[in-house]
C-alpha cells in the first residue's frame, strides 16, 4: 500500500513558477515507478510526467516539455513537480500517482501515460495560473 498527499498548490500570474509535492506513506515506495497527472474543467484526466525509481529516467508530456520537471527524494519519500514558465492552460488539479515496479521492469513511455499503469493516487492539489 502506498499513500500519497500532493501539496503547495496555488494562484499565480502567467509566466511564474511553482513546485508541488507528493509526500508517500507505506513501503515499497522506493521500488514506485511515480507519475504526475492533471485534470482542467471539463476536461480528462491527462499525463504530465514520469519518473523511474531504477534509472531516473523521465518522460513529459509534449505540453510541458521544457518547462516542468520531475523529480524525487527517496530518503525523503517525496516526489516534486517543478513547473516554470507557467500557461493559463495549466490550471488544473494535478495529482500524484503511483506505478510499484519491484522488479524495476522498463515499461515503454505509452505505459506510463495511461492512467491504467498507476496502482494509487492522491486527492490533488488545486494550480490556477491567472493571465
Known amino acids: 500500500q502506498v499513500q500519497l498527499v500532493e501539496s503547495g498548490g496555488g494562484l499565480v500570474q502567467a509566466g511564474a513558477s511553482l513546485r508541488v509535492s507528493c509526500a508517500a506513506s507505506?513501503?515499497?515506495?522506493?521500488?514506485?515507478?511515480m507519475g504526475w497527472f492533471r485534470q482542467a474543467p471539463g476536461k480528462e484526466r491527462e499525463f504530465v510526467a514520469q519518473?523511474?525509481?531504477?534509472?531516473?529516467?523521465?518522460y513529459y508530456a509534449d505540453s510541458v516539455k521544457g518547462r516542468f520537471t520531475i523529480s524525487r527524494n527517496n530518503a525523503k519519500n517525496m516526489v516534486y513537480l517543478q513547473m516554470n514558465s507557467l500557461k493559463p492552460e495549466d490550471t488544473a488539479v494535478y495529482y500524484c500517482?503511483?506505478?510499484?515496479?519491484?522488479?524495476?521492469?522498463?515499461?515503454?513511455?505509452?505505459?506510463?501515460?495511461?492512467?491504467?499503469?498507476?496502482?494509487?493516487w492522491g486527492q490533488g492539489t488545486q494550480v490556477t495560473v491567472s493571465s
Open positions: 519518473i523511474s525509481w531504477r534509472t531516473g529516467r523521465t
Open positions: 500517482a503511483a506505478d510499484p515496479n519491484t522488479l524495476g521492469t522498463i515499461y515503454t513511455d505509452t505505459y506510463y501515460s495511461s492512467e491504467d499503469a498507476y496502482d494509487y
Open positions: 507505506g513501503h515499497n515506495f522506493m521500488y514506485a515507478d
